[in-house]
């Protein structure tokens, strides 16, 4: 879509549907993820999720399963406020609907590859017109020029002033991708049978069995580049010792059913270095619970409840916590964001920025 520099949406303008979902990461955790079940456990996504949509390699996948969280009485009511965007306003109100409300599920991917930006992967029954015309609308109200293209049973749109913004396409009543022009390659390369599948990787199977079901899973697959990257960063910071220079590959779930558990998994290099991972975790879990901000936003005692544990080379985490508790921390958390935000602004005299991903 469009970029800032030349008027129109940009890197961070290329997150306007995605920041519409991930503004919900607070309440990801409300549903499980039933369709991923079997008799034996967690089955290898299906060809229906849109984690295979996404090409083998990639670094990082955070799925999300946005048809429970409308079918949950804690968020579905939440969904439906009104969710403004920097430089945008009310998306709703633009487009004159919810351009997500027929998403089921999606993925934000990140590749392996520095040069292909990231991406959204999202399926549902998807209405091709009502996402086009509401991406149009957010294209021209940054100053853009959209047009539109079909090829090969897929709608295009792209910003013919911005060609290496990202680029939005979307098969009719099936799924939609939005990434940056050589991400978007990959993924269709992956839709047609011409590159591989992340959810085809041996390593993201076996971490996501290990991880189960949830609202929210995120996995991290490390190679050996990026690897070495890690190592340059730990040196950078004078943490060239830190038990992270083992990590090869990590994630977790979040799931409901009367309580939230969150589970999590990180693989090291040997079981001696699992070990001195895990008491790195349990260290960091201490430092952060008694925290200035754990106290000010309450979440230190749920953060006591993360019980940790080394096996072979594998750190295992998990915690069962009171979903009552859990809401009044979001709550809280989002109070406390807001009154920081409006506070930056009053000082500036100017809205606060949409900050970029980390």
Not at 258 to 273: E, N
């Amino acid at each position: 879509m469009v970029g800032p520099r030349r008027g129109g949406l940009g890197r961070r303008g290329t997150l306007i549907l995605l920041t519409l979902v991930m503004s919900m990461a607070g309440w990801v955790t409300f549903r499980r993820w039933s369709a991923t079940r079997d008799d034996g456990g967690t089955r290898a996504p299906s060809t229906l999720e849109p984690v295979a949509h996404v090409p083998a390699g990639a670094v990082l996948a955070v799925e999300l399963d946005l048809e429970a969280l409308r079918a949950h009485p804690a968020t579905r009511e939440w969904l439906r406020e009104p969710r403004p965007i920097e430089g945008i306003g009310d998306v709703s109100a633009l487009c004159g609907n919810d351009p997500l409300e027929r998403v089921r599920r999606l993925v934000l991917a990140i590749p392996g590859t520095g040069d292909a930006g990231f991406g959204l992967v999202a399926t549902g029954d998807l209405n091709a017109s009502v996402l086009l015309g509401c991406a149009e609308k957010l294209i021209a109200r940054r100053g853009g020029t959209a047009a539109r293209e079909a090829r090969d049973g897929a709608m295009f749109l792209r910003d013919v002033a911005a060609p290496e913004a990202a680029q939005l396409a979307v098969v009719p009543g099936r799924s939609l991708a939005l990434a940056e022009p050589a991400l978007l390659t990959q993924i269709l390369a992956v839709a047609d049978g011409r590159r591989k599948s992340l959810a085809s990787d041996s390593r993201f199977v076996e971490m996501r069995r290990a991880l189960g079901t949830g609202a929210l899973v995120a996995t991290a697959l490390l190679s050996d580049e990026q690897r070495g990257t890690l190592l340059d960063e730990l040196g950078r910071q004078g943490a060239s010792n830190s038990p992270l220079r083992a990590l090869r590959a990590g994630g977790f779930s979040v799931d409901v059913g009367d309580t939230l558990r969150v589970r999590g998994l990180l693989v090291a290099d040997d079981p001696t270095s699992a070990g001195a991972l895990a008491e790195h975790v349990r260290s960091e879990l201490g430092t952060q619970a008694d925290s200035s901000l754990a106290k000010l936003v309450g979440y230190g005692s749920l953060l006591a409840r993360v019980q940790v544990r080394a096996d072979e080379r594998q750190v295992r985490f998990e915690a069962d916590m009171p979903l009552a508790e859990v809401l009044v921390v979001v709550r809280r958390a989002v109070a406390l964001k807001r009154l920081v935000g409006e506070g930056a602004s009053d000082s500036r005299g100017v809205p606060t920025a949409t900050p970029r991903p980390n």
